[in-house]
Each structure stands twice: as C-alpha cells, then as structure tokens.
C-alpha cells in the first residue's frame, strides 16, 4: 500500500520561508506525478504545485507561482514544497498527494493522498 507523510509545517512570519516534505512507501514512487494542496477552514481545497514523475514538467498555482517551489528525488521517495515570502493567506492544511496521469493530479484526483500538515502565518 502507499503511504504518504507530510511534515515540515509550523508557525511562521510572513515573509518567512517553510519547507514542507512528502515522504512516500509503497508502490513505485518513480511511476506517480505528484502534486500539493491545501485548505483553509471555511474554504475549499485549493491547488498549489505539481510535479510530474521524472521532474520534466511543473505548475503552480497563480497565488504562489515565483514564491514556492515544488521538487523531488524519486531516488530517495521523497517530494519537497518550498514556501518563500509566506503571506497570511498560506495559512491552511497542506498535502501531498500522488497519482497518474499528471493532468488528474493537477485537478486533486490523484490516487492517495497524506493527512496533512498545518502552515499558519501570522504577525
């Protein structure tokens, strides 16, 4: 079975920098595009980066496109979600969640998805 973990959340500053990682077992991590969302309370769940298997396509969201940075390294079954220049409206749930194709991902169908990890900014 596959099993996503997320970590790296916490309290933060805005302007502040968070790195969120996706730590992935089961399955064949290298055959899954992989994508971040979040939600906020009261909100629906929105979208925030994706990457596709083999790093050879990204997206991002408009709302943090030049401010996060989505990656990964299949060698080590692992994702990662830099935050930079955090503004109070990251606050919110964010998850990782794998699946294929890419285009199903993107749109929050992927296959599984981890529980979670909070990300609140304020001053």
């Known amino acids: 079975q596959v099993q996503l973990e997320e970590s790296g959340g916490g309290l933060a500053t805005p302007g502040d920098s968070l790195k969120l990682s996706c730590s992935v077992s089961?399955?064949?991590?290298?055959?899954?595009?992989m994508a971040w969302f979040r939600q906020a309370p009261g909100k629906e769940r929105e979208f925030v980066a994706a990457?596709?298997?083999?790093?050879?396509?990204?997206k991002y969201g408009d709302s943090v496109k030049g401010r996060f940075t989505i990656s990964r390294d299949n060698a080590e079954n692992m994702g990662w979600l830099q935050m930079n220049n955090l503004k109070p409206e990251a606050s919110a749930i964010y998850f990782c969640?794998?699946?294929?194709?890419?285009?199903?991902?993107?749109?929050?169908?992927?296959?599984?998805w981890g529980r979670g990890t909070q990300v609140t900014v304020s001053a």
């Open positions: 089961g399955g064949d991590f290298s055959r899954s595009d």
């Open positions: 990457i596709s298997r083999y790093s050879f396509t990204t």
């Open positions: 969640t794998v699946g294929q194709p890419f285009s199903t991902v993107v749109v929050g169908n992927g296959a599984y």
